[in-house]
């Protein structure tokens, strides 16, 4: 302080002050300390967790789909005719119970092989050259959590951002968001009541050099439409000519109502184009997880390395239940009334629609599968039908949330109980009419 001019009187003085604030401290022995962070002043601040979220490179599912799902959180009376699964009713709750209830010792609890619990590759080895006429090995097939996450580790680790690559318009609705956030540039394939034309993927092949095409033939999700035979095939020259890998995701075909289903492009595919993608969701419980794809063997590795960075693995109890489910005596007779449910279901949903709707509904009448895509003539105000349908008790899924075209929107019928459905129909009518559409 002398060195300084300052008069020794002043800085003690000064120290007494910055010691009354609480900005220093003195202990005997120890000198005299800046003590800011201890200082009752010290601002807190919590982490800025909104920024986090919006700031993230994961696009969002449809704000549609986030409105669908609490309005049915908070009136689960509303007839559902969004979801795309299978009523409780449908589920073989029974079969699974007694399955579970067998107490056969599990041997083995430890983390599963990565490629998925080899009992399970191997009963579906069976079921798929059984039902599905597809050969394959227990060693190119890879389980995965639902079909979801086979799609989703095709496109996350397959492809790169800029790739292109060629989907069908409209199309499954959770995937779009997938296709965005891997930076893909995706093309559309219009679909009629065949398919989708094999020529254009030809074309989209020559003008942006598409790397892959997704392909959803049976009983597609939105629109209930399978791909023609005929098309089929023209879809695999067209692939084995270009060296392009076609993905089929085949959620819904075993659920066949008017005879069996074609074959699907996997079993006609004689040049290894084709991955293919099934899940036991739609089949028989969703709540299980259960889904896998059949691939070349390198594509399976591959993605059995990368899964184990996600989730490390399925569980392997509903793999041992599906396993064991899948070769028992139940299963066909299952999928027999399953069928048959859902034929019904379909009828009913066909014959409300023309009753209620006078031809003021165009519609295609799905042969299998769940959902059926109706167009109700006006380029609808979709946010303003949704909402007054589910004042009038009723949730369906309007078009735009697959892509497609205004005035369209898929009707479910797979979630929704039969007796419910003449009066969802009933009541999407009451809410056209409510604002003027017709
Ligand atoms: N693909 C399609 C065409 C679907 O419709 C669905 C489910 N709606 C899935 C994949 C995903 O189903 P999961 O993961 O339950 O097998």
Avoid at 316 to 333: N, Y
């Amino acid at each position: 302080a002398g060195q300084l001019g300052v008069n020794r009187s002043t800085v003690v003085l000064a120290f007494s002050e910055l010691r009354s604030i609480g900005l220093i401290e003195s202990r005997s022995g120890s000198g005299t300390r800046v003590s800011l962070a201890d200082s009752e002043e010290t601002p807190k601040h919590t982490p800025n967790w909104s920024q986090y979220a919006d700031d993230s490179s994961m696009v969002r599912n449809p704000p549609f789909l986030r409105k669908i799902s609490e309005a049915l959180q908070q009136n689960p009376e509303l007839i559902d005719m969004a979801s795309g699964q299978l009523s409780g009713d449908l589920a073989p709750t029974q079969e699974i119970a007694e399955i579970m209830s067998q107490n056969r010792p599990m041997s083995y609890l430890g983390y599963d092989n990565p490629q998925g619990y080899p009992p399970l590759r191997e009963a579906l080895v069976r079921y798929l050259n059984r039902h599905r006429g597809i050969d394959t090995t227990e060693s190119s097939l890879l389980i995965t959590s639902g079909s979801q996450q086979s799609l989703y580790l095709i496109i996350r680790c397959l492809l790169s951002p800029g790739d292109a690559v060629a989907i069908e318009d409209p199309s499954y609705c959770f995937s779009l968001p997938m296709f965005q956030t891997a930076g893909l540039r995706v093309f559309r394939l219009p679909l009629d009541q065949h398919g989708v034309q094999p020529e254009d993927i030809r074309q989209l092949y020559k003008k942006h050099r598409i790397k892959m095409v997704f392909l959803n033939p049976n009983y597609q999700n939105p629109t209930g439409t399978l791909l023609s035979e005929e098309r089929r095939r023209k879809v695999l020259d067209i692939a084995s000519e270009l060296a392009l890998p076609i993905i089929e995701d085949d959620p819904y075909s075993l659920t066949a109502y008017d005879g069996e289903p074609p074959a699907p492009l996997k079993a006609l595919d004689t040049t290894g184009s084709v991955i293919y993608i099934g899940s036991f969701s739609k089949i028989a419980a969703s709540g299980l997880r259960i889904g896998w794809m059949a691939a070349p063997r390198a594509i399976v590795e591959r993605l059995a390395d990368a899964r184990q960075q996600m989730d490390f693995g399925l569980s392997v109890i509903p793999q041992q239940v599906v396993a064991t489910f899948l070769d028992s005596p139940q299963f066909v007779p299952h999928l027999e009334r399953l069928r048959r449910e859902l034929q019904f279901k379909r009828d009913m949903v066909t014959a409300a629609l023309r009753r209620e709707f006078q031809g003021r509904a165009e519609f295609l009448e799905p042969r299998g599968g769940i959902h059926l895509w109706c167009k109700i003539g006006a380029d609808y105000n979709e946010n303003r039908l949704l909402e007054q349908s589910i004042r009038n008790g009723f949730v369906f899924g309007p078009g735009s949330v697959y892509g497609s075209e205004p005035g369209c929107l898929r009707l479910t019928f797979g979630r929704a109980n039969a007796g419910d459905i003449d009066r969802g129909i009933a009541a999407l009518r009451e809410a056209a009419e409510k604002l003027d559409l017709f």
